[in-house]
């Protein structure tokens, strides 16, 4: 850099031009022709020249914001997208159809196991409910779908049910006790519903 008389930003640029390479590539590319540690490397390079750490150091960090790394974009339908929407709308259209069993299903239906005993009876309705879920948990299980599907399948699971929750269940009906308890556990679930967007609307999905 003496022997240039140039100062370190415009001696730097001027070399890492030269080289056609990054500013690190070039730093480590340096680093190899001489064998030495990047540190001490670094260290005597600078001690070599009248100029201080630090515009050596900025010298690298402004090339780096200058030539930023670029990101490819991840549509729904590209090869390499590890989430496979099919599977996804199959697991929310179950999900409706369960939720319509607690909303249309008749209440008055029930199995009698004994032809002379009235006592022994049991509803249906609520082992028609189980054995939905059943059919929705064996089917996210069993899919064979990539494990961010299956994640973003029991995320929808989640939504659905909470916007239902939120829609058909009576929190203000006078008989019902339970009203407060069921409208506090609402909130945390969306809650726990927002947080889970959140990483799917911010994180990078690798496949």
Known sequence: ??????????????????????????????????????????????????????????????????????????????????????????????????ICVFLFFNDNLVIQWSDTSTTNLTALKPIVEFIGFLVIFFYNLFNGAHPETQKLSWTAFLTVVWLALILFYPFREPTNYYGGAMGFFTLIGGLAVCVLWVRFFSDEIIA
């Not at 008389?5 to 990054?22: E, N």
């Not at 600078?46 to 100029?51: F, I, P």
């Not at 390499?80 to 599977?87: A, D, F």
Request: charged share 15%; hydrophobic share 50%.
């Open 1 to 98: 850099m003496g022997r240039h008389k140039a100062q370190p930003l415009r001696f730097l640029i001027a070399q890492v031009g030269r080289h056609k390479a990054w500013p690190l590539r070039f730093l480590f590319a340096q680093v190899g022709r001489h064998k030495a540690q990047p540190l001490r490397f670094l260290i005597a390079q600078v001690a070599g020249t009248r100029h201080g750490l630090y515009a050596y150091v900025l010298t690298i960090s402004l090339n780096i914001a200058a030539h930023p790394a670029r990101k490819e974009l991840c549509s729904v339908n590209s090869p390499s997208n590890p989430i496979e929407i099919r599977k996804v709308i199959i697991c929310v259209i179950l999900t409706m159809l369960w």
